[in-house]
């Protein structure tokens, strides 16, 4: 009799095991994860799997956020009933909610624009080649002519530095800029002109 008890009970173990091993299995880890926060908030185990269940897991997500934004006392009740009553959440939260949501905007904002920008570089300097090329095409005469004609479209300003340069024997970097943009200026309007056209570049 003794052993037949002990194999009855024995019996009965066997089916309640594979039953709590199946409650392990059916959480993922993102639902264990939300359990676990849950618990270190003070809310039991068993309601923190109830919630899971029962609840939208993005809304427990938030609420774990949010439960640090009121003033309860107790911080795990509270956050059940907000949850399973549908509460609204607190004001600061939503607010730092839209702050965030703003900088994340600004942010993405940013990259496209950098990434315009690039872009617009890389054309800008793939542009400013070509026309260096179609340049160095030319023969001297005709670079002397856009070399005249460059400098005469200068502003007073960059005149007078052209002509005190010149004296020192030196060009400063800024002056070989614009002087640089008025001379691909000059050969934009030959190319439109025609006035390249016996050159084979494009």
């Known amino acids: 009799m003794k052993r037949a008890k002990i194999k009855s009970i024995d019996d009965r ?12 299995i059916k959480y993922s880890k993102e ?15 068993v309601t923190a799997e109830n919630l899971i269940k029962n609840n939208d897991q993005e809304l427990i997500k938030k609420w774990i956020e949010a439960i640090n934004y009121t003033n309860a006392d107790d911080k795990a009740a509270y956050l059940v009933k907000a949850i399973r009553e549908n509460w609204q ?22 990259v496209i624009k950098k990434k315009v920008q690039e872009e617009e570089n890389k054309k800008r300097q793939e542009e400013i080649k070509k026309v ?3 340049y160095n095409s030319l023969n001297p005469s005709q670079q002397e002519e856009i070399r005249i004609e460059t400098e005469n479209r200068l502003l007073d300003f960059w005149k007078v530095q052209l002509n005190k340069e010149k004296i020192k024997g030196k060009t ?19 190319i439109d002109s025609g006035r390249t056209k016996d050159i084979n570049s494009k």
Do not use: D
């Open 172 to 190: 400063s970097k800024m002056l070989e800029v614009v002087l640089g943009e008025k001379r691909r200026e000059i050969i934009k309007e030959w």
């Open 89 to 110: 959440f607190p004001e600061e939260y939503l607010r730092e909610k839209r702050e965030e949501e703003q900088k994340e905007k600004r942010e993405k904002t940013e």
């Open 132 to 134: 260096e090329q179609i």
């Open 31 to 45: 639902q264990v994860g939300l359990i676990n926060q849950l618990v270190k908030i003070n809310v039991s185990k």
């Open 13 to 24: 173990t066997e089916e309640y095991l594979p039953r709590s091993k199946e409650e392990i």
